[in-house]
């Protein structure tokens, strides 16, 4: 942290007597037992693949390396969209802020979305939660990171919405702010219905034959509404994110947007250690 920044932690946020402020402390000290938590996943997982079961699901069958590599660059690089807004709330610009907030919410969502396809697509393929041991540690372990990285962009959202706050305290924003919220939601749901839709049909028809799996998609009623709730939501946030009123949002804020992405930087750490234990090391 630069010194600029501990300037602020002091100034805006109670201290213990560490000198760390209390947000970050309380941070810290969740993201630890986060880590036991995760561990124990991660140990559960490999020691079954370390004795597997003579009739467990071969992961070479259903895992594509291509995909789950690039649903892990599109986290890493959130990870950099985050730390940029943490450096522009440190600066007091609000506007770089909620554009790096924005971008960071936008990757979470598309390694959500490649998530929600791959756990259909190997659904499909039949390996379920039930179906052997592996497919139980798995599913534990990955879609437990999905939970969190889900918690992660609906805290990012509330931040976001929070930017809005005007300074003056007798304009009405509340009403505004659910508004967002309501977009936000739809606009997530709008994307992992599309995300189901394309994985049904493409083990229906088959990913290779594009013009079956566009006819399938084009006559699916979920996709065409999927689609239209999506634009629509999209055009309110647009909409909704212009302001030009002074807003109670600033360098006073920078702890809660550190703290913030204390726990998104966690959570991408922690997704590259389940990306080489569960994925990478299947190729060894």
Known sequence: MSAHAGTIDHHHDH??????????????????????????????????????????????????LELTSFSTFILLMSSLLMALAVGACQKGKVEATRKMILGTIFFGLIFLGCQVYEFTHFVHLGMTLKSDIFGSTFYTLTGTHGVHVAIGILWLVFMYIRTFKPADASRAWIARGLTQFAAFAIATVAVMVMMLEVTHAGAEHGYTNFNALAGALFHTPFVAISTTAFALSIGVLFLLGRSSWAVDFGEANAIDVESMGLYWHFVDIVWIVIFTVVYLLEYL
């Open 15 to 64: 201290t213990t007597v560490t000198g760390i402020p209390n947000k970050k402390l309380f941070m810290w000290a969740f993201l630890a037992s986060d880590c036991m938590f995760f561990g124990a996943l991660i140990s559960t997982h490999v020691i079954y693949r370390l004795h597997p079961a003579p009739d467990i699901t071969d992961p070479l069958r259903v895992f594509s």
